[in-house]
């Protein structure tokens, strides 16, 4: 007999970037690691609420678009499907968010994430409710900028103390966006006391789990990370 799963409703967060700062690149929502984690969840019996850091339209980095980028796990279906790719026509703003709605937050990637998501104070509040609430934190490849912005009451940064990952320099460098982004990830992890570990090869899947925080090292992560997710609601109360 299957196991029943209790519904849960999941918080997918998306940037509103459009643009790098410095170079002519397009940027935005890396498709993938969206649809990988929704098809996760939603094969699980949960509910993916979509929402970006300024609201609206969520602009996509043209670069997941590729054909070969379409024809990974499903995405090129969820882009042809029009009620799913609707999500992204007019999202609710992060500022519009109650954390007592949700049981677990996640935070996808794209190289926009980068500009938008440290800054966000709105964001940071989100994760550092849920996270004070025993709610499941969790996010893929750039999207850990986001737990830049996360700091408690106290000064104290969310992460200190805990094991994260993220897209890795050596991955920047083969992506030949080592000049364009604004700060290297992996060092701004460490500098809030976070302990950061890498996959032994680059864009190999690597997921961590540290009490309530889950983070994917790189697009092929964003299905484990999924998983993870899923196991971790099945603990929840």
Known sequence: ??????????????????RYVDKGYRTGL??????????????AGHQVDVVSIDGGQVPLDPESLSTLMLRSGGTGERYADP???????????????????????YLTGGHG?????PGSEALGRVLVEMAAGGKVVSAVCHGPAGL?????ADGTPMIAGRKVT???WPEEKLAKRQDAVPFRLDEQLQAL??????????????????????????????????????????KQR
């Open 30 to 43: 890396w498709l993938g690691e969206l649809t990988h984690f929704y098809d996760v969840l939603t094969e």
């Open 113 to 117: 994430v980068m500009f938008d998501f």
């Open 83 to 105: 009620s799913f790719m609707a999500l992204l026509d007019d999202t609710p703003g992060i500022d519009e968010v109650d954390p007592e709605d949700y049981d677990a937050v």
């Open 193 to 234: 006391g976070a302990t950061y570990v890498k996959a032994r090869i680059p864009f190999t899947s690597k997921v961590v789990r540290d009490g309530f925080l889950i983070t994917g090292q790189n697009p092929q992560s964003a299905s484990d990370v999924g998983k993870a997710v899923v196991k971790a609601l099945r």
């Open 1 to 18: 007999m299957a196991r029943r799963t209790t519904p849960r409703r999941v918080l997918a967060v998306v940037t509103s970037t459009t």
């Open 148 to 152: 830049l912005a996360a700091v408690d």
């Open 166 to 168: 993220g897209f890795s």
